[in-house]
């Protein structure tokens, strides 16, 4: 080992330690002033990134976890328009009905497989569907808003399916 290597070690030490101790004591006493004094302001260091996606630092999404039934909260009579909750007019082309894992709209039916629950007002399952003599498969996400009076569901699929969809609940 150099002889003037730890001599040079410690004195590089010491000054990086002075540096940050003044670096911290000058800005403390400015910033607790009462007396009217305004706060000194530091300018955003430039390789600082805005990420509003929080891409860098990922939060981490809770685990989504397997039900076996679509959740009571999901399940009734929804419409895109009012005229969709009366199943009697003929009129109600945006009605979806979900009971237990079914799912029906105006001209296609299909069963949920593969239910996960993402959060508390939020599922995600598979949806093989069916209707007008055809069969297709239709990711789909279904999320709960103003305390359960509305729908939002989000299909995967194919151009003419795919979508975000809002409903209301329809009166019992």
């Not at 002033?33 to 000194?40: F, H, Q, V």
């Not at 959740?71 to 009579?77: K, R, S, V």
């Not at 789909?140 to 399916?161: I, Q, S």
Request: proline share 8%.
């Amino acid at each position: 080992m150099h002889p003037h290597r730890p001599a040079r070690h410690a004195r590089a030490c010491a000054i990086a330690l002075a540096l940050a101790l003044a670096a911290c004591s000058g800005g403390e006493t400015a910033n607790n002033e009462s007396s009217g004094g305004s706060a000194a302001v530091e300018p955003t260091p430039t390789n600082l990134t805005d990420d509003p996606q929080n891409s860098v630092v990922p939060i981490p999404a809770p685990s989504p976890s397997a039900v076996a039934t679509i959740p009571a909260g999901f399940q009734g009579h929804w419409g895109m328009v009012v005229e969709d909750c009366d199943r009697a007019s003929g009129a109600d082309k945006g009605a979806l009905t979900i009971t237990g894992n079914r799912l029906a709209f105006f001209e296609s039916r299909g069963e949920a497989t593969g239910i996960r629950q993402l959060r508390s007002d939020q599922i995600a399952f598979d949806l093989p569907l069916s209707g007008e003599g055809m069969t297709w498969q239709e990711p789909t996400t279904l999320t709960l808003l103003d305390a359960g009076k509305t729908l939002v569901r989000e299909a995967k699929g194919g151009p003419d399916r795919a979508g975000s969809f809002r409903y209301s609940r329809c009166p019992a």
